[in-house]
């Protein structure tokens, strides 16, 4: 067994029966004020600084010691941005955990997520054209609750809105079921759940046991694991619902009989249950976050503005009628402004680790069997050399002949890839196509730059959680 995992396994051992009982706890104290952490801690220490297979790879102290520098990051929602400076230090390749090495190289992009033979079967989609008029139909819904709002001469808050449409279609889509919440103007009992889950994530990254422990624990860390467990005790029963019902989306006909690709089995309820909880996680936020961005990056430049306004108003003549997704494919600024927003303000911001399962060189860097390596999304699309003055949102970046396409990766590659991607642009477009077809939108004064910037907690939000919008009905 390599030292590491050792030494995880003595912590977690250590930690959750610190936790879930007071012996424990006296005994963590007993523990913790003996130095047996403190010894345990400089062994990992010295190992990693000078013996482990990463040591001859660059990296601020903390990160190439243990797993604190990423852990601290990721709670202060910062991880990728740190990353993003460390790589300015550092160069192309940076240790930022003991056993993880980031690449900033977009060439590197393909020869991490790209090596396997095998490529997911992507049979999920075959239907979207089929839901699209569901989608069209929220679309709608939400509207005529903004412009029920727009009456009441104030200002408009659209990023609860936007998560409420997000997670009605990929429920719907997954489950045959809608769930109304954008019509009702009210977000699902599933919302908070879903919102414990990332948290988890960052816990159980630095103590493995808490899968089975977290609900045990005190306080708040405790309440977001126990979230989590109401939240999958929920998946569990509409998993046997459907089976009970024989419900047959594409989603779930693919999951509920399909054999794992991967495990090369049919999987079990509980992970059938997880396997939803991902796909709720992963296609509600990110697509709901993209269009919140992509409004607030439009909406700060008039020239941005005037030409998707001209783009849309010559695509589709009459405003009253849902923009459809063929036509919207077709229309290049909108399409640039969409691609803009992806690259600026990507909404999977966390680093993705994939292991080596043997020697080899990434970018010309050796890397050891068993080590980790990834790339970030703020890294490669901030990018200096592809992307001038990077942070400078600007849709004509995309719309010459030599766009560095490449080096766009938000739904990443590989077999590993988003499977929500077809699903997630056919939604932006008609989405946004929509909204800047009928609404004349100002922002509120009130919005500041530091209320969109990126919080990072792998999944992108802004930090300030809202978006307030001026909504008039457009007239031409
Ligand atoms: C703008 C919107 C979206 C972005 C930026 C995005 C991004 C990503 C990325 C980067 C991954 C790779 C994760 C990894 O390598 O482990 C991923 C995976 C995934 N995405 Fe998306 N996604 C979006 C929308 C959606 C939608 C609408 C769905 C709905 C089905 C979805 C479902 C998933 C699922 C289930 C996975 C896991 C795939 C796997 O691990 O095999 N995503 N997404
Ligand atoms: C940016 O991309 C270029 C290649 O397109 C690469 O050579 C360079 O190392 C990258 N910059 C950083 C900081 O990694
Ligand atoms: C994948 O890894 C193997 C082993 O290191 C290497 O020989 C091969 O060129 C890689 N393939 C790609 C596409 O990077
Ligand atoms: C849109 O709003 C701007 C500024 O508020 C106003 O000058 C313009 O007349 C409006 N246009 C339409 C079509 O409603
Ligand atoms: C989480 C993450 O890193 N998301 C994607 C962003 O870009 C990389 C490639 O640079 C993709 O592989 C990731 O999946």
Redesign the pocket.
């Given at each position: 067994m390599n030292f590491n995992t050792l030494v995880t396994r003595l912590l977690a051992w250590a930690f959750p029966c610190t936790m879930y009982n007071p012996w424990g706890r006296i005994l963590h104290a007993i523990f913790l004020t003996t130095g047996s952490v403190f010894s345990l801690g400089l062994i990992l220490v010295t190992y990693n600084l000078l013996f482990h297979p990463l040591r001859q790879y660059p990296g601020p102290l903390l990160a190439r010691v243990s797993g604190l520098w990423g852990f601290r990051l990721n709670l202060q929602g910062r991880r990728a941005h740190e990353i993003v400076k460390a790589h300015k230090k550092y160069g192309p390749v940076v240790r930022i955990a003991p056993n993880l090495l980031s690449f900033s190289d977009p060439k590197a992009v393909r020869e991490i997520?790209m090596n396997k033979t095998f490529v997911?079967a992507s049979g999920?989609y075959a239907a979207l054209t089929e839901f699209e008029p569901h989608i069209a139909g929220k679309i709608e819904a939400l509207f005529s609750q903004w412009k029920r709002l727009a009456r009441s001469n104030k200002a408009i808050d659209i990023y609860p809105w936007a998560h409420m449409l997000?997670f009605d279609?990929?429920y719907h889509?997954?489950f045959g079921v809608d769930p109304e919440s954008a019509k009702a103007g009210k977000e699902s009992e599933v919302m908070p759940w879903l919102r414990a889950w990332r948290p988890t994530f960052n816990y159980k990254e630095m103590i493995p046991s808490l899968e089975q422990y977290g609900p045990c624990v005190p306080g708040k860390v405790g309440h977001n694991f126990r979230l989590v467990q109401t939240w999958k005790n929920y998946a569990m029963e509409i998993v046997r619902e459907c089976r009970k019902t024989g419900t047959k989306t594409p989603?779930l006909s693919r999951v509920l009989d399909g054999v794992d690709d991967s495990l090369g089995r049919v999987l079990t309820d509980s992970e059938l249950a997880e396997?939803c909880m991902?796909?709720m996680f992963?296609?509600?936020g990110?697509?709901a976050?993209?269009f919140v961005y992509t409004v607030w990056g439009v909406l700060r430049n008039p020239s941005i503005v005037k030409r998707l306004r001209e783009e849309l108003k010559e695509a589709f003549p009459d405003r009253t009628v849902m923009p459809d997704s063929v036509t919207c494919a077709q229309l290049p600024f909108l399409n640039a402004v969409i691609s803009e927003t992806?690259r600026r303000y990507?909404?999977?911001t966390g680093i993705?680790p994939r292991e080596a399962v043997e020697d080899t060189t990434v970018s010309g860097a050796h890397i050891p069997k068993g080590t980790n390596v990834g790339t970030g999304?703020l890294t490669i699309h901030w990018n200096e050399t592809e992307f001038p003055d990077p942070l400078c949102y600007n849709p004509d970046r995309w719309l010459t002949s030599n766009a560095p396409r490449h080096a766009l990766?938000?739904?990443?590659v590989?077999?590993?890839?988003?499977?929500?991607?077809s699903?997630?642009e056919l939604?932006?477009r008609i989405w946004l196509a929509a909204f800047f077809r009928r609404f004349n939108a100002t922002l509120d004064e009130t919005m500041a730059e530091e209320d969109m910037e990126i919080y990072d907690s792998f999944s992108a939000s802004p930090l300030g959680g809202k978006l307030l919008l001026w909504l008039e009905e457009a007239e031409d």
């Open positions: 997520y997911k999920f997000g279609v990929i889509l997954m989603f396997e991902a796909g992963g296609g509600s990110t697509t976050n993209t992806l990507p909404t999977i993705l999304n990766v938000p739904f990443s590989g077999p590993r890839k988003c499977i929500g991607m699903l997630a939604e932006l």
